[in-house]
């Protein structure tokens, strides 16, 4: 299952980084490495082992905590609006409606 | 407090230590001296009154900057702060600063971090391990007693190792995790260190305990840590895993074992030689499943919420250049080896098989305790401190986790401390014991810190 130049850069759009070229191969190698020692996973016999490893979790009740904050919030985001925050504007957004400084 | 520590409130003295040992890089920021003063004159009372303390730089603070090591947080002021700094302040401790880390903790040796490596106290040319490596100097450099970190596969135990100290991870849920910047958070825990092991049990104490602002912490009582002081090791019975002792093993780490294996046992305990069969997949199961975990926490840092954003007109060109300019090259190693075990047509073969060997490592822990072991004696690492950049192939500094990953990922209690020299430098020895049974732990820390007395660190 050896990793190729082509799945490291499929898998930098998943994880939305900006991959140089000179980097590839490097990272192509590096993880060949790493997924070879991890190779050692596949004589293990978990038949024992049930699918939801980790079952039964415990479980709290679905309840939204507000999280108690120690500075306002126009102290981090200083343009709160109707209960939402207005980021700046990116031109791609630009046919999509206002923001601030736009209305 | 503990009689080998000073009552006086010297957080000030401590800041200025900090300031004279800069060359350690062991701190990312320092408290302003107005705002000592003002923690010390209003930490009346508590059983950390006035002490000065050191905080990692992935534990949410209000009035210090929490930037995780990290290019893409830096500066970041958190909004709220970390139960477990609300409970320093509550038992008057003083934060003297921000201590150094491996970025986002995906580190050994400190040398990831964005702002520069930590030096090691002891040999200034050595690693003071990671990824705490921040606040394990601030403590072994005598600048605080007590500091604390973070452990997802030894990040604590394995520089207290390094830096000759007291090192603890307590069980999975013990310890609020809330305002912890997640890495991978089903191995995540705060950790202790102290000078001392009456340092690091004052340490635990006072953050120790529930929180409803943490889903995973338990609501158990919270044992007296330090009531274990002096007790002695009648009735105890220490198993020695065999797994921990291969024959490759440094001869000499091995020997420092086997004298503090002998001092236990002439405190009383009794010594049993066990098996933990799956620790040699210790490593593998790790770096699966925290790449895979921190590839998923660390996705909320794309430029819109947190820290820097990088200058493009495209929605998608900002997330990626935004990540990619703000994570150093370890961050992205295991972001991209973190998404691809979990991508289509890997996942079976990489994250659910982990996920299944990591319940058959659980369940070695779960039948060694069964069998009447009340705590299990380990070397901490399998080598000293190791020089700077010597380790330049990322699965040999994986490696240097062998004995410490099983514990996160069993989420047992397990601690290092002193137990001799190797090359001139500290090597550790682990104490392990069973979920929430940290006081058995600190019963055998104890003994062995005062029967080994001056031969820890000879």
Known sequence: ?103 | MSATMPRAADATAALARAHASADLNAFVTLADTTDVDVAVRTATSGLLQGVPVAVKDNIATSVLSTSCGSRILEGWMSPYEATAVTKLRDAGAVIIGKTNMDEFAMGSSTENSAFGPTLNPLDRTRVPGGSSGGSAAAVAGGICRIAYGSETGGSVRQPAAFCGIVGVKPTYGRVSRFGLVAFASSLDHIGVFGATVDDAAVGLQVIAGHDRQDATSVDLPVDDYRAEAGRPLDGLVVGVPVEYFPTSLDGRIRARCDRAIDMLRQNGAEIRHVSLPHTELAIPVYYILAPAEASSNLARFDGVRYGPRAATDDLRGMYEQTRSQGFGPEVTRRIILGTYVLSQGHYDAYYLKAMRVREKITQDFAAVFASGVHVLFTPTTPTPAFGFGTKSDPLEMYLSDIFTATANLAGVPAMSQPIGLVDGMPVGGQLLAAHFREADMFRAAFALEQALGSEALS
């Open chain 1, 1 to 103: 299952m050896a990793v190729t130049e082509a799945d490291v850069l499929h898998v930098a759009v998943l994880a939305r980084l900006a991959m140089p070229a000179g980097r590839v191969p490097a990272l192509v190698r590096e993880l060949n490495g790493i997924l070879d020692h991890m190779a050692v996973l596949e004589t293990v016999d978990v038949s024992s082992v049930g699918e939801d490893a980790r079952a039964p979790m415990p479980r709290r009740p679905d309840v939204v905590a507000p999280v108690p904050l120690v500075r306002p919030l126009a102290g981090f985001a200083p343009a709160p609006r109707d209960g939402f925050l207005l980021v700046p504007r990116l031109s791609t957004h630009s046919q999509l409606g206002a923001s601030e400084g736009e209305e």
